[in-house]
């Protein structure tokens, strides 16, 4: 896309000499991907149950003799009215981390911890990764433009003002071709179920792929029209879910990855941005008690 308002659309072209077996997937980069992906051919319920990856918890290593100056104990007194007030309904806060010393930035880390939601996104230039922390609700983003910053909400602005950027349905709709059957009438039903979206609809409107009958040119135009921007978040927990977008407002392909990282459901959701994302209300109540119990860990 030309305007630089605009969130950067991945390029879909293929490359010269490369042949994908299987045209729903991108070679050349870590599994899951791709816009939509094969569910698997088998249907034993403990098979796709899959067996999670036992990770033992980071211990926080703050540094030998550490102690919070002003500037890192004013930071987390912030951050506990700005967890409290997010808690309570209030608007989203922001909290600046450049102007903290290396070693209040990364003791701030280590008391917050790595969560279960990670993702990326490119908006006006800027390549933004993300990362919530141990209290859902609480975002570290760092920006290549040096930014650094910690965010309080349900999901950081960022992500929001990427996904507003993209393009509005209808889309035009190419004409079939051979091999294509039940590709058109999915682009037409997305296509007006995301014109017609607002937020007052409660729901999102979920297309489940692992149950519809797709043909490889159907794959192929439902990668063409709709395409993958560059707004990527992993959701960890059992297994892992991947909500990325396409290149359409309120169109978002979700993928449901067991914990043999065998994708069980490949879903297209339209709506606001998909729940497996965001945190809760109930999410920040709960962090804004444990953030209670780290401060007073920490700083006693």
Not at 261 to 277: C, L, Q, V, Y
Not at 283 to 298: H, N
């Amino acid at each position: 896309m030309s305007d630089p308002e605009l969130i950067p659309v991945t390029s879909l072209d293929p490359t010269p000499g490369l042949v994908r077996e299987n045209p729903m997937i991108w070679t050349g980069e870590e599994q899951p991907r791709g816009v939509f992906l094969d569910a698997g051919e088998t249907d034993d319920a403990l098979a796709l149950l899959g067996m999670p990856s036992m990770l033992r918890p980071a211990t926080p290593r703050l540094p030998v003799g550490f102690e919070p100056g002003p500037l890192l104990r004013g930071r987390l007194e912030q951050l506990r009215r700005a967890v409290a007030s997010a808690a309570a309904g209030g608007d989203g806060h922001t909290l600046e981390m450049v102007d903290l010393d290396a070693d209040s930035r990364q003791s701030l880390l280590e008391m917050l911890g790595e969560g279960e939601v990670s993702g990326s996104v490119t908006l006006d230039g800027v390549r933004y990764t993300i990362t919530e922390s141990v209290l859902p609700g609480v975002w570290h983003l760092t920006g290549s433009d040096g930014s650094q910053y910690l965010e309080v909400a349900s999901i950081p602005s960022v992500i929001t003002r990427a996904a507003a950027s993209l393009r509005k349905a209808p889309l035009p709709l190419p004409p079939g071709g051979p091999g294509v059957m039940n590709a058109p009438a999915l682009l037409a039903e997305i296509n007006q179920h995301a014109a017609a979206w607002h937020p007052g609809i409660e729901h999102n409107r979920v297309l489940n792929f692992t149950l519809l009958p797709t043909s490889e040119a159907d794959q192929q135009m439902l990668i063409d029209v709709l395409g993958r921007a560059e707004l990527v978040l992993d959701s960890g927990g059992f297994g892992n879910c991947r909500v990325m977008a396409t290149t359409v407002r309120h169109v978002w392909a979700v993928q449901y990855v067991n914990g043999m990282g065998k994708t069980i459901m490949d879903t297209i959701e339209i709506g606001r941005i998909p729940d497996a994302a965001l945190a809760a209300r109930q999410d920040l109540e709960d962090s804004a008690e444990r953030l209670a119990e780290i401060l007073e860990t920490y700083l006693a």
